[in-house]
């Protein structure tokens, strides 16, 4: 016999709300968007020597690097508007903002190849517990509440072998037996 289900997607962007600020992020993340955005950032820490969980410990210039890439990874799960709004970093020259950019490094390299420019951020400002927050919120989103990939203890617990039995009754052997058979 066949079977038929139904498949239902996401069109309606989900909406962070911060003060008077509706940010909007994608309805759905396709493919290995999430995942890509999200190794990033892990790749970032990585290459910083920083532990997520020990942020006490960790240089301010080192913790700022964090907290750009946290941002980076969240625009990349926005709409465009909010994620220019949220995320961007000015090139500016003589007072004037020449170009805008999605991360910091594009905005440096542009700025190289001017004279006396300088980068500036133009992003969203927020208390590092609110970045916190969203993007326990995206993995909630997008990776199914628990972090795609490392070696966290979020991970799910490993099935059984197969044929290994388990300690429940079975409901054949819950009911009545007939005795004598």
């Known amino acids: 016999m066949s079977q038929r289900r139904q498949f239902t997607l996401n069109t309606e962007p989900h909406v962070a709300e911060i003060g008077s600020t509706e940010l909007l992020f994608q ?4 493919g290995a968007q999430f995942l890509d955005a999200y190794e990033d950032l892990q790749q970032t820490q990585k290459q910083l020597g920083v532990d997520m969980n020990d942020l006490a410990r960790v240089e301010p210039e080192k913790l700022r690097s964090i907290v750009r890439s946290l941002r980076v990874f ?12 949220f995320a961007r970093w000015d090139v500016v020259q003589a007072g004037e903002v020449v170009e ?4 910091p490094e594009e905005a440096v390299e542009h ?3 001017l004279e006396d420019a300088a980068v500036v951020d133009a992003g969203m400002q927020l208390p590092d517990r609110v970045l916190v927050e969203l993007l326990e919120w ?5 990776g199914g509440g628990q972090r795609p990939t490392g070696s966290s203890g979020g991970s799910a617990a490993a099935s ?8 429940a009754a079975s409901p054949s052997k ?8």
């Open 111 to 113: 700025a190289d190849g």
């Open 74 to 85: 969240l625009a990349r799960l926005m709409l465009p508007e909010s994620a220019e709004q």
């Open 100 to 103: 805008s950019f999605g991360t």
């Open 174 to 181: 819950a009911s009545t037996r007939a005795r004598g058979r």
């Open 138 to 142: 995206a993995v909630e989103l997008y």
């Open 160 to 167: 059984p072998p197969p044929g290994t039995r388990g300690r």
């Open 27 to 30: 309805p759905e993340v396709m």
